[in-house]
């Protein structure tokens, strides 16, 4: 099994940064992708950026420009540097990671809160 934990969030002012970092523990020779989903009060699961082990990564169109994810995975970890934070990224972030076991994102960290006042 592949255990997953984030670190970092929190609260910031709008226009501010954060950096969330995230570890894959466990069986972590076969993950190929990793990524941070969000999910606000009310809202469903977003997938917000994600990151292939050969570096292609890909953004949801409200963080691009401002949110940079990056990745070890030498080291199973993934990273997500968020600039020019607004109020409407508050949300509980979640990382997440994708094995060769047929799973999709199978794997995934309880959350870290980030909040982000005006």
């Known amino acids: 099994q592949v255990q997953i934990q984030e670190s970092g969030g929190g609260l910031a002012q709008a226009g501010g940064s954060l950096r969330l970092s995230c570890a894959a523990s466990?069986?972590?020779?076969?993950?190929?992708?990793m990524g941070w989903f969000r999910q606000a009060p009310g809202e469903e699961r977003e997938l917000v950026a994600s990151i292939s082990i050969g570096g292609t990564t890909s953004y949801r169109d409200s963080v691009k420009g401002r949110f940079t994810i990056s990745s070890d995975f030498a080291k199973s970890a993934v990273y997500l540097q968020m600039t020019s934070l607004k109020p409407d990224d508050t949300a509980i972030y979640y990382c997440?990671?994708?094995?060769?076991?047929?799973?999709?994102?199978?794997?995934w960290g309880q959350g870290t809160q980030v909040t982000v006042s005006s």
């Open positions: 466990g069986r972590t020779f076969n993950l190929f992708r």
């Open positions: 997440a990671a994708a094995a060769t076991d047929g799973r999709g994102w199978g794997y």
